[in-house]
């Protein structure tokens, strides 16, 4: 590897210490959720290289105006459609737009939150560096894939965008896994930079499969003044994900609409802390977070909304709901609000619950046998979210992949409102 | 070709609520069950689709001859069972006109065309005079309560089952949504079909005119008679009937 700009090197140095200074960490959340990582073994775990290819993929999407792909820890496969844009490894950013890359790198991101986050400060490669310049309509999707092909993977990435003044684009960003046996370790940065009067509409798409693969991300999106966010993280699979979603309306009159889901099962862990951080005034939020948990999975979503002192005029809510599948799965669903100034419009709300009996009887009382109530329930329960996507693509995509998880909890399901319905 | 309901005693957690109920309907009539609050009705009405709050502890439930009391609720539904709920449940994210595809195509072995089922909302939406929108709204939310009857009804149109049951369909309706409502029950009503249409108020009798009318009381069926009875209760109130069996009784 050729010898990166001394801002890239700082920040590599900077995280290496940060990264040795600590231990693994232990977060505990709420008085009683404990996410530990006793069963990574860290040291098994090595980047891994891969030939340059395009993988198998299903993106739910045809058209893309660029696809970058990420295999283990070096960039496989670029294909850039729309030539008025750019998107390439962030390794050759650093050298080939580095005024652009030094401004932006980081900024919302600091090396020392943490020690996975210092580790992926330090040990980055590959990495996806997107720009669309301004007043640029992008018509396609950008799609970005961060694939993990085997156990004994460490991936430590890094995605920086920059969407130019008004500028509209759509980013995909996959995170993909085949069903292997063993461990694997996705540590991610991610930071958007949407500049003034620009829209962009990101989403994430989280499905690591069946495999161990512990996800230990941040992802920052930052919106500047009378520009529009759309933000999107999906959490369909993972062994265990911690991650911390912040986004923040930077200047007057920037907007957000959040938007995020998961489905967790078997022995899965998830832990979500969100912030809708509202740094300047007039500007609005609109968040919704939906969940369903089977097997003996655990699943914790915090999400807050912090009004800063120096915005007033805010008008945002914040709803969180979460739903049990299973009698061994736990979760909760916490929203909090935190509000410096006066003359804000800020509400929040969650709800936690199993799938109600009666409305099971209704749907069976037209035929409708008890699994297809059920998942016509759950489906009609994510439906709400998914329509929220306005991506009928991703929105086939999702609604494809929790029809199959749910088909694949048919059983304990049954088990669980069988055992409810002989309670009552 | 009968809905029977043999000596039906009914219980919830704590206590018993049908105290053995006998009741008959022939395909091709139509049954009221009246009944002053807390007598029972609903609790008949669940039961015969089996819900499972409910427990039967003695007697039967056949359709056509095939005992129904311990299936599920969706093999009775299969079986030719439909009840409107009297407080249908809100399904969120499922629209009107998917629940009804779904609900069409469970009482079949092919599922149905899409212009053939295209044409039978059609049909039926105009039977009911719903509007377009409608059956694009997810089901029962944000709904009114005659809103909710109506896409009960438009269910009942829809899968065109042997026997309905009607749980207090008219109560919460204006005279306008009534007459609709019963306009689309009697469009419906025909030698194949019979129909239990359980009230409390003998309004929509005036519209649907059973053959026969079965009051009850404390969970049995107290007096049975024509739709004369119903005129009768119109006139004298549920008083009159508990006194009588109180004086049968005595």
Do not use: C
């Amino acid at each position: 590897m050729p010898a990166s700009p001394d801002f890239v090197e700082a920040r590599r140095k900077a995280g290496l210490q940060a990264y040795e200074a600590e231990e693994v960490p232990t977060w505990r959340r709420s008085g009683f959720w404990t996410t530990t990582l006793r069963g990574l073994d860290l040291d098994a775990l090595e980047p891994k290289r891969y030939e340059e290819g395009l993988p198998e993929l299903d993106l739910g999407d045809e058209e893309h105006a660029a696809l970058i792909v990420q295999r283990g820890a070096n960039v496989v496969h670029t294909d850039l459609v729309d030539e008025r844009i750019i998107v390439m490894p962030l390794e050759q950013a650093v050298e080939q737009h580095e005024d652009l890359v030094r401004e932006y790198f980081g900024k919302r991101l600091p090396h020392d939150e943490g020690k996975f986050a210092a580790g992926t400060a330090a040990f980055w490669t590959g990495g996806v560096f997107i720009h669309v310049p301004k007043d640029i309509q992008v018509e396609h999707p950008i799609q970005v894939v961060w694939l993990i092909d085997e156990p004994g993977t460490a991936q430590w990435a890094h995605t920086l965008v920059v969407v130019g003044e008004h500028s509209e684009v759509k980013i995909r960003e996959f995170f993909r896994a085949p069903d292997f046996e063993g461990q694997a370790l996705h540590s991610g940065a991610f930071e958007l930079y949407a500049l003034p009067g620009s829209q962009v509409d990101v989403a994430h798409y989280q499905d690591w499969g069946r495999g161990q693969v512990y996800d230990l991300s941040t992802r920052r999106v930052e919106i500047r003044r009378d520009a529009r966010v759309k933000w999107v993280p999906i959490h369909l699979g993972g062994r265990l994900t911690k991650q911390t979603l912040d986004i923040i309306t930077a200047e007057d009159g920037s907007d957000m609409k959040h938007t995020g889901m998961y489905f967790t099962e078997r022995d899965e862990h998830l832990d979500l802390f969100t912030t809708d951080r509202h740094e300047a005034g007039h500007t609005n939020g609109d968040t919704v977070w939906k969940g369903v948990l089977t097997g003996e999975s655990r699943a914790s979503y915090e999400g807050l909304i912090h009004i800063l002192p120096k915005a007033p005029e805010v008008d945002t809510y914040l709803q969180t709901h979460q739903m049990l599948l299973s009698p061994k799965a736990r979760g909760d669903a916490i929203p909090s609000l935190i509000v410096e100034v006066d003359n804000v419009k800020a509400s929040h709300g969650g709800t936690v619950g199993e799938l109600d009996e009666e409305l099971i009887f209704y749907m069976m009382s037209r035929g409708l046998p008890r699994a297809e109530a059920v998942r016509v329930l759950v489906e009609g329960y994510f439906e709400e979210v998914v329509q929220r996507l306005e991506d009928p693509g991703l929105e086939e995509l999702v609604r494809r992949r929790i029809a199959e998880k749910l088909k694949g909890a048919e059983d304990q399901v049954r088990e669980f409102i069988g055992e409810r319905a002989e309670a009552a | 070709m009968t809905l029977e309901i043999q000596n039906l005693h009914v219980r919830t957690e704590d206590r018993e609520i049908l105290h053995g109920v006998d009741l008959t309907v022939n395909r091709g009539e139509t049954h009221a069950l009246m009944g002053p609050n807390g007598s029972g009705k609903s609790t008949l009405a669940n039961t015969l689709m089996g819900n499972p709050t409910y427990e039967v502890t003695e007697g039967r439930i056949l359709l056509d001859g095939e005992d129904l009391t311990e299936a599920d609720p969706d093999e009775r539904a299969r079986a030719g069972l439909f009840l409107a709920f009297q407080y249908p449940a809100t399904i969120p994210g499922v629209s009107v006109a998917n629940f009804l595809r779904m609900a069409v195509n469970a009482g079949r072995e092919e599922p149905i065309k899409v212009k053939e089922f295209g044409q039978l909302l059609r049909k039926n939406v105009e039977l009911l005079k719903i509007s377009d929108d409608f059956t694009k709204r997810y089901l029962n939310e944000g709904f009114s309560g005659g809103e909710k009857k109506r896409a009960e009804i438009l269910q009942l149109a829809m899968l065109q089952p042997a026997f309905a049951v009607l749980d207090e369909t008219d109560s919460g309706l204006d005279i306008d949504a009534l007459r609709i409502v019963s306009d689309g029950v009697n469009a419906m009503r025909g030698d194949e079909r019979g129909f239990l249409i359980i009230t409390h108020y003998t309004r929509i009798l005036n519209y649907v005119r059973p053959e026969f009318v079965h009051i009850m009381l404390d969970g049995r069926i107290a007096r049975e008679g024509g739709a004369e009875l119903a005129d009768e209760l119109e006139a004298k109130g549920y008083e009159f009937v508990r006194e009588e069996v109180a004086g049968r009784a005595g």
